[in-house]
């Protein structure tokens, strides 16, 4: 039947139990618990004979697997798992010389059409389920006082933690070949592609992705993405889908900052950078006032983003700079902090042109204007950021003047922490002063002593001025 009828890729699981089963491929039969063992093994028989294309008459044994997933063994899940990696990669290995087969027939070409959509879905959806399943396991893992227990001990040699990455890789391997064949040359499906890519951002809300150990499940991830970004115009929906992450998962900030990075570096898709930061920009900043915990991911993610590729930043700041007005301090912070990154690694140096030397002073004129900002956070991250710079050498000598002035205006205000980074940014502007290394104490001796005369030359005279005027007063 499935050879026969076109396999849609369902938006809910339940799609596949209704519909026109003379035109769509419809699930027949959901097997039970018990039915499912001796059904997997005959699958398993059957893709032994029959290849990848065995999917088309056992769909319904691991749709079912999956529909009763909560309720099976450990064992039974396990085995589906490795049944359809195998699958999928003979699939794999085999569409790489399919589709160079320009005589391939047109009902060959829509079995493997069909295989390929039911092995993605029913891969992804087995991802699916362990990703939920490691993330409630986690939750019961934290003991009253918010600490972590020792990981479990693996019983039986499998750990899902240990799968995700070879997973990862085998998707990226479907997607890296020529797809568009399947489909006469058209667009592949947008609902394949958001099926595969959907599986990468499911791992990456795990909050425990960022950590070291799973870098390699990260790489697989960032890697898959970028395939999908490179070869299937999935920018806008990775756009999306990514300032929804950063606005909803603290953690993905250092993640995607990793991930665009590569993006840019080692794809050249500079243009994903201006993408995010666009649809940033245009966030209401009334709205991101109220949401704070959205507004750190942001905030995170562009003040990362401006420390990895600054230049890049700097081609698309001027959508960010809106929120300089905004009530958000956080947001702010993050916009003046990259500003700041961008002076310490692009915007320096005595080669400067004309229209980045402008870009300078406007940015330096801002973060000028911010250190008297109403907020406290933002004054005492502003002399933070000014003291780098001093410290970095890359201040211009006509603007030590008035930064001094700013700096010492703030050794009053009424937060401690800003008169503290205020001390530490004229520390900082003593041992950074560009004259020092040319003075000396016997060369400001002699002009010293001409101004001490000067001084008490102008007492002297003030002081017979007031004779002056005291003695007449007298003799009257």
Same mark, same amino acid.
């Given at each position: 039947?499935?050879?026969?009828?076109?396999?849609?890729?369902?938006?809910?699981?339940?799609?596949?139990?209704?519909?026109?089963?003379?035109?769509?491929?419809?699930?027949?039969? *959901?097997?039970? /618990?018990?039915?499912?063992?001796?059904?997997?093994?005959?699958?398993?028989?059957? %893709?032994?004979?029959?290849?990848?294309?065995?999917?088309?008459?056992?769909?319904?044994?691991?749709?079912?697997?999956?529909?009763? %997933?909560?309720?099976?063994?450990?064992?039974?899940?396990?085995?589906?798992?490795?049944?359809?990696?195998?699958? $999928?990669?003979?699939?794999?290995?085999?569409?790489?010389?399919?589709? =160079?087969? =320009? #005589?391939?027939?047109?009902?060959?070409?829509?079995?493997?059409?069909?295989?390929?959509?039911?092995?993605?879905?029913?891969?992804?959806?087995?991802? &699916?389920?362990?990703?939920? &399943?490691?993330?409630?396991?986690?939750?019961?893992? /934290?003991?009253?006082?918010?600490?972590?227990?020792?990981?479990?001990?693996?019983?039986?040699?499998?750990?899902?933690?240990?799968?995700?990455?070879?997973?990862?890789?085998?998707?990226?391997?479907?997607? @890296?070949?020529?797809?568009? @064949?399947?489909?006469?040359?058209?667009?592949?499906?947008?609902?394949?592609?958001?099926?595969?890519?959907?599986?990468?951002?499911?791992?990456?809300?795990?909050?425990?992705?960022?950590?070291?150990?799973?870098?390699?499940?990260?790489?697989?991830?960032?890697?898959?993405?970028?395939?999908?970004?490179?070869?299937?115009?999935?920018?806008?929906?990775?756009?999306?889908?990514?300032?929804?992450?950063?606005?909803? %998962?603290?953690? *993905?900030?250092? $993640?995607?900052?990793?991930?665009?990075?590569?993006?840019?570096? !080692?794809?050249?898709? +500079?243009?994903?950078?201006?993408?995010?930061?666009? &649809?940033?920009?245009?966030?209401?900043?009334?709205?991101?006032?109220?949401?704070?915990? #959205?507004?750190?991911?942001?905030?995170?993610?562009?003040?990362?983003?401006?420390?990895?590729?600054?230049?890049?930043?700097?081609?698309?700041?001027?959508?960010?700079?809106?929120?300089?007005? #905004?009530?958000?301090?956080?947001?702010?912070?993050?916009?003046?902090?990259?500003?700041?990154?961008?002076?310490?690694? $692009?915007?320096? #140096?005595?080669?400067?042109? !004309?229209?980045?030397?402008?870009?300078?002073?406007?940015?330096?004129?801002?973060?000028?204007?911010?250190?008297?900002? *109403?907020?406290?956070?933002?004054?005492?991250? *502003?002399?933070?950021?000014?003291?780098?710079?001093?410290?970095?050498? $890359?201040?211009?000598?006509?603007?030590?003047?008035?930064?001094?002035?700013?700096?010492?205006?703030?050794?009053?205000?009424?937060?401690?922490?800003?008169? +503290?980074?205020?001390?530490?940014?004229?520390?900082?502007?003593?041992?950074?002063?560009?004259?020092?290394?040319?003075?000396?104490?016997?060369?400001?001796?002699?002009?010293?002593?001409?101004? /001490?005369?000067?001084?008490?030359?102008?007492?002297?005279?003030?002081?017979?001025?007031?004779?002056?005027?005291?003695?007449?007063?007298?003799?009257?």
């Amino acid at each position: 039947m499935a050879a026969a009828c076109e396999f849609q890729l369902p938006l809910a699981a339940d799609d596949l139990l209704r519909g026109d089963s003379s035109r769509h491929y419809v699930v027949q039969e *959901v097997l039970s /618990v018990r039915e499912l063992p001796p059904a997997i093994a005959a699958f398993r028989a059957a %893709f032994r004979g029959q290849g990848a294309l065995a999917v088309l008459q056992h769909f319904d044994t691991v749709y079912s697997l999956l529909r009763h %997933f909560r309720a099976l063994g450990t064992a039974a899940k396990e085995d589906a798992l490795e049944l359809m990696m195998q699958v $999928v990669t003979h699939h794999s290995n085999e569409l790489s010389t399919i589709l =160079s087969d =320009s #005589g391939l027939s047109h009902t060959d070409r829509d079995a493997h059409l069909n295989a390929l959509k039911m092995n993605c879905y029913l891969l992804s959806g087995l991802l &699916e389920a362990f990703e939920m &399943e490691a993330f409630k396991s986690g939750l019961m893992e /934290v003991d009253p006082a918010g600490k972590n227990k020792k990981s479990r001990t693996k019983v039986s040699g499998f750990s899902w933690e240990d799968e995700r990455e070879p997973l990862l890789r085998l998707l990226t391997q479907l997607l @890296q070949l020529d797809l568009r @064949q399947l489909w006469s040359g058209l667009m592949v499906e947008e609902e394949l592609v958001s099926l595969l890519t959907g599986c990468c951002y499911r791992i990456l809300e795990n909050s425990n992705i960022g950590l070291q150990r799973y870098r390699a499940t990260r790489e697989a991830a960032t890697h898959l993405l970028a395939t999908a970004l490179t070869h299937y115009d999935h920018m806008f929906s990775a756009t999306l889908k990514i300032t929804q992450m950063l606005q909803h %998962f603290e953690h *993905v900030a250092p $993640v995607f900052v990793q991930a665009v990075t590569l993006w840019a570096k !080692e794809y050249g898709l +500079k243009s994903i950078v201006g993408e995010l930061l666009r &649809e940033i920009g245009q966030k209401c900043p009334q709205e991101l006032a109220r949401d704070t915990s #959205g507004i750190k991911g942001y905030a995170v993610f562009i003040t990362e983003l401006a420390e990895q590729i600054p230049a890049l930043v700097l081609s698309n700041m001027s959508v960010l700079l809106r929120h300089l007005d #905004g009530e958000s301090y956080m947001m702010r912070n993050a916009i003046l902090s990259a500003m700041a990154e961008v002076l310490l690694q $692009v915007l320096n #140096g005595d080669q400067l042109e !004309e229209a980045a030397r402008d870009t300078r002073d406007h940015f330096l004129n801002t973060l000028q204007a911010h250190i008297c900002d *109403v907020n406290g956070f933002v004054r005492s991250r *502003v002399l933070q950021l000014f003291t780098r710079i001093v410290q970095g050498k $890359v201040l211009p000598l006509t603007q030590f003047l008035s930064v001094v002035s700013l700096a010492v205006g703030r050794l009053k205000d009424k937060s401690v922490v800003v008169v +503290k980074n205020a001390i530490q940014l004229l520390a900082a502007f003593m041992s950074n002063n560009p004259y020092s290394c040319k003075l000396s104490c016997s060369d400001l001796a002699e002009p010293l002593k001409k101004e /001490v005369q000067k001084l008490q030359e102008m007492r002297d005279c003030c002081r017979e001025a007031g004779n002056f005027f005291l003695f007449p007063i007298l003799r009257v």
